[in-house]
């Protein structure tokens, strides 16, 4: 059965620092990954999709790395902002998908 | 596209009562998924279609619990005697497709009150 595992569960940074989130997965045999955003009260926001082919996607100042073999994948956000706190979920996806508990980002100004 | 549009936004029921939740896909996805989320157990699939047909229901909590997808363009998910450990928040996401795994889009989720 797939595990997903984010580390930390929650993260409070300073407006401008680059970050690193987490996402570590038990079976390797996977489709592809997806990081999300939810807001409070909100449904998940796509963020970026990594097929298992694939090694990283950038998406403005957001990028994503995926290691498949080592099961891991990390979001990194760089010159973080207000805007960006949220909780930030991944989710694995073999024919279904298993997501991660989140990690909750805060951003202060 | 208007994305995935979920009704209604909030329901509160008594224990017992039957709760219908629907959801609209993005058109031209094939593949719709309903989710639930609560604090204890986080996000958790409970059943997705493919071209309208039911793939996986195993994580359909109990039999009060079914879902329909009549149409490429409409779903529901039914909760028939509804209980207080129903309550949560209930989302349906669309993909283009469920065997390329394609980007997922979520609704704004329907959140579920049994009390």
């Known amino acids: 059965k797939q595990e997903v595992t984010q580390i930390p569960a929650a993260l409070s940074v300073p407006e401008g620092e680059n970050l690193v989130l987490n996402c570590s997965f038990t079976?390797?045999?996977?489709?592809?990954l997806q990081w999300f955003r939810q807001d409070p009260g909100k449904g998940l926001t796509s963020l970026l999709l990594?097929?298992?082919?694939?090694r990283e996607q950038t998406s403005g100042r957001l990028n994503a790395s995926l290691d498949k073999s080592s099961g891991r994948s990390t979001l990194y956000i760089a010159a973080s902002q207000p805007g960006d706190s949220a909780t930030y979920l991944c989710?694995?996806?073999?024919?279904?998908?298993?997501f991660g508990d989140g990690t909750t980002l805060t951003v202060k100004p | 596209d208007a994305g995935v549009i979920q009704s209604p936004r909030h329901e509160v029921t008594e224990m017992g009562q039957e709760v219908t939740l629907r959801c609209k896909p993005i058109?031209?996805?094939?593949?719709l998924f309903w989710y639930r989320q609560t604090m204890m157990r986080g996000l958790e699939l409970l059943i997705y279609?493919?071209?309208?047909?039911?793939?996986?229901d195993s994580g359909m909590p109990e039999d009060r619990f079914s879902a329909k997808m009549p149409n490429a363009s409409f779903s529901t998910l039914k909760i028939q005697p509804s209980e207080p450990r129903d309550s949560a928040v209930y989302f349906c996401?669309?993909?283009?497709?469920?065997?390329?795994?394609?980007?997922?889009?979520f609704g704004q989720g329907t959140r579920l009150t049994v009390v």
């Open positions: 989710a694995v996806s073999a024919g279904k998908s298993t």
């Open positions: 279609f493919n071209n309208n047909v039911p793939i996986d």
């Open positions: 079976d390797s045999a996977i489709y592809n």
């Open positions: 996401a669309s993909s283009l497709t469920q065997v390329m795994n394609t980007e997922a889009f």
């Open positions: 990594i097929q298992s082919s694939q």
């Open positions: 058109s031209g996805h094939n593949s």
